[in-house]
């Protein structure tokens, strides 16, 4: 008999996609204590694949596929019991509240009935019997939690830091180093940054991604038909939404202004703009995003093309610790003057933590108003925002909004990933764990913390229109779950829990973040890296993109 020896490695997930290769394969394999690493993995898989045919008629090992959940059915099959879960409270939808006694963090335990990969029934742990014909899958006291929907992110220019690098780490720094990274983009390279985030934010749980497209000339005509392509490719995957993303100042030239909305009305996007948010932003010398008087009526230029067509809004505003950026403000008050009736978000708005108490009070009730969504992204705000460009003084304003002002006020508030590995960010995996793990340490967001998981599941997928049961665990709805080991918060939150399942339809995903050599531009090493004979000087300063 042949065995390959395959031990479980630290990525659980790789440990299922062999045990899934092996089954299709049809032969056996066992499992050991010691840790190959990835080659070693590759190496035994094209073996196996090479013996198959020694290999016909050998049962499949049935051993299990994780370390934490052993009996999760990975045949095929999408009816099974996970019982004693932790789920948060405020995510479950469809059941009857009465029986479900959240403890003092909001967290249920349950038993979640998934047949034909869909959620059946959600009762209180061990007061039901499991259905008799369907396997029971202990979560032993695990977090589960629907899949998250990021509400804003840069997917069409991740994974550029290293070949055009901001040396400052600053917001200026980032812009002027942006553009001259549009030296590099085609389809291919956009197509393949892409996809890679999209792999990843899939990997971790994802099932909802909105990106904000560079919209000048150039990348325009590079980006949106990739993302047209990529967002078709991943549907019922990964629902993604593109926002076209232009500084205010651009809504000055009418016509392109018009030409750029209708090209997010045909490819069923969004149409934003980057407003009060240069480092400058809401000073008379921000001629990129705040325009000085001109604010308000190049506001009514944006909402009344989105009016006409129909589009939603999605805005950068306030990315500073300005007190005199008020952006927030005015699109607010642009709603009411236009009569908007479409979604508006408004990402970072950072400037209401420089507000004095009664001014913020304005700004937020006036939010409330035009019942605007507000997005935090904290983890890029913390690296760009307050940053000394000599790189000799310690931050001290830590760039993030007013998060527990706004949701005390009614206003939604959401979490998002905003940029990954590019010159606002350099670092970043699409992770909403991550992103929510880092909020609640930033904004304080655990006392108390039982309604802020909506902010990165449920709300974002509201406001996104992904339907009822997107972004819940929803009796009726489809089992898209993420089932952790954590069983509490300090579980959660402590540790990475790059081990963690992740169910669509109710099957575990066997893929696993991609490797970053997936990016090296044919095959070489460092190909993805800057290109030292391009004039890396070419487009600097012309243009202030304003805003992560
Ligand atoms: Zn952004």
Avoid at 26 to 47: I, K, Q
Avoid at 196 to 207: C, R, V
Avoid at 256 to 272: F, H, P, R, S, W
Avoid at 307 to 317: A, K, Y
Wanted: proline content about 5%; glycine content about 10%.
């Amino acid at each position: 008999m042949t065995c390959f020896v395959l031990s479980p490695s630290h990525k659980p997930r790789m440990n299922r996609r062999v045990a899934q290769e092996c089954q299709s394969a049809g032969v056996a394999r066992v499992f050991s204590r010691s840790t190959p690493h990835t080659d070693s993995y590759h190496r035994l898989l094209t073996l196996a694949r090479f013996r198959a045919s020694d290999c016909v008629g050998m049962p499949p090992d049935a051993a299990s596929w994780s370390r934490w959940i052993p009996s999760v059915p990975t045949d095929g099959t999408d009816s099974f019991v996970l019982v004693n879960a932790h789920v948060p409270l405020c995510t479950v939808s469809g059941v009857d509240g009465e029986g479900l006694q959240a403890d003092h963090d909001g967290l249920v335990r349950v038993d979640i009935v998934i047949r034909d990969g869909k959620v059946l029934d959600i009762s209180p742990a061990g007061t039901r019997d499991p259905p008799s014909d369907v396997r029971v899958v202990d979560a032993d006291g695990g977090m589960c939690w629907p899949t998250f929907s990021d509400i804003h992110t840069h997917i069409d220019k991740g994974h550029t830091c290293e070949r055009s690098r901001n040396h400052s780490g600053s917001l200026a720094g980032a812009d002027d180093s942006c553009a001259k990274d549009e030296a590099f983009w085609s389809q291919e390279d956009v197509r393949r940054r892409m996809e890679f985030s999209l792999k990843s934010a899939y990997a971790h749980g994802t099932s909802a991604v909105r990106t904000h497209i560079m919209s000048g000339p150039k990348q325009a005509a590079i980006a949106w038909p990739v993302f047209h392509e990529l967002r078709e490719k991943w549907r019922g995957k990964i629902e993604l939404q593109g926002v076209s993303l232009s500084i205010l100042r651009f809504f000055r030239d009418e016509d392109a202004a018009a030409e750029l909305a209708d090209t997010v009305k045909a490819n069923g996007g969004i149409l934003g703009a980057a407003v009060s948010c240069t480092d400058r932003g809401g000073h008379a010398d921000d001629i990129y995003t705040t325009c000085g008087e001109e604010l308000p009526a190049l506001l009514d230029v944006i909402f009344r093309l989105a009016n006409e067509r129909g589009l939603d809004l999605d805005f950068h505003v306030d990315e500073n610790g300005n007190e005199v950026s008020k952006g927030l403000l005015y699109i607010a008050e642009a709603a009411t003057r236009n009569d908007f009736k479409g979604k508006i978000v408004c990402g970072h708005c950072c400037s209401l933590a420089a507000q004095a108490p009664a001014e913020l009070a304005r700004i937020i009730a006036a939010a409330h108003r035009s019942n605007i969504c507000v997005v935090s992204l904290p983890i890029v705000n913390q690296w760009l925002q307050n940053r000394d460009v000599r790189g000799l003084c310690t931050p001290t304003k830590r760039g993030v909004t007013t998060l527990k002002e706004l949701d005390d006020a009614g206003v939604q508030v959401c979490l998002a990933s905003d940029n990954t590995r590019d010159q606002f960010y350099g670092y970043g995996d699409l992770d909403m764990l991550e992103i929510f793990r880092e909020s609640c340490r930033i904004g304080h967001l655990d006392r108390p913390i039982a309604n802020w998981p909506m902010a990165v599941t449920s709300r974002p997928a509201t406001v996104m229109g992904l339907g009822e049961h997107h972004g819940r665990v929803a009796v009726g709805g489809p089992a898209n779950l993420v089932v952790f080991r954590g069983r509490c918060y300090s579980e959660l939150l402590s540790r990475p829990q790059l081990d963690r399942l992740v169910l669509r339809d109710g099957r575990p995903l066997m893929d696993d973040v991609p490797d970053y050599r997936e990016l090296d531009v044919g095959g070489e090493p460092g190909a993805n890296k800057r290109r030292k004979s391009l004039d890396m000087d070419a487009g600097a300063g012309k243009r202030g993109k304003g805003g992560a």
